[in-house]
């Protein structure tokens, strides 16, 4: 079992990665949650696994924080719950905003991930209940604040992107890129304002 990687992101098409660890690749899919944390590519990244094993192929997911992978592996026991219908719960929620939704016995929350309907949401809540009821969630952010926090992530993770894009067009190395980028990035930065402070760091 694969349990940890550690490598350096040489490819990143959410859902699915490809991290370099000693000059071997693994193609790792994550949910969104995960691929606003990791960083751009050229960064190192240490990615929490688990593998999938099927006659007809080997998948392999990765998760930023361990609570994720843990989830991960609950809701794949579930009745019904593929890793995919998993990886797209854990990518439209934290996994502790998952939780709260069980505790509230929040229909319409589950039924908002793509491809669930409300049977399936039902089913779930009634699943999950009961594995979940340890969690704690006591020093959670609230839904609302959370979805703030997610927004301000993913326009983050857009201007770095452009703006190693831009460095790596003008000739820089993509590790070199991303090192500048991640150094010098500021809340509400444009991408212009990021590439010229790059510039500066490079």
Known sequence: MIALITGQLIQKKSPEI????????????????TSYQIGLVGAKVTLHCHLVVREDAQQLFGFFQIQDRDLFRMLIKANGVGPKM???ILSTFESEEFVKCVHANDVTGIVSVPGVGKKTAERLLIE???RLKDWQ??????????????????????VMNDAQSALIALGYKPAQASKAVQTVYKDNMSVDELI???????
Do not use: C, W
């Not at 490809?18 to 949650?33: A, F, R, S």
């Not at 952010?141 to 992530?153: G, L």
């Open 128 to 130: 999950m209940r009961d």
């Open 137 to 158: 969630v006591d020093h959670l952010s609230t839904p609302m604040e959370q979805f703030v926090d997610d927004k301000e992530k993913h326009q983050a993770s857009i």
């Open 18 to 33: 490809v991290v370099d660890v000693n000059g071997v690749g693994y193609e790792i899919l994550i949910p969104m949650t």
């Open 196 to 202: 010229r402070h790059s510039l500066k760091q490079i």
């Open 86 to 88: 998993a990886l797209a």
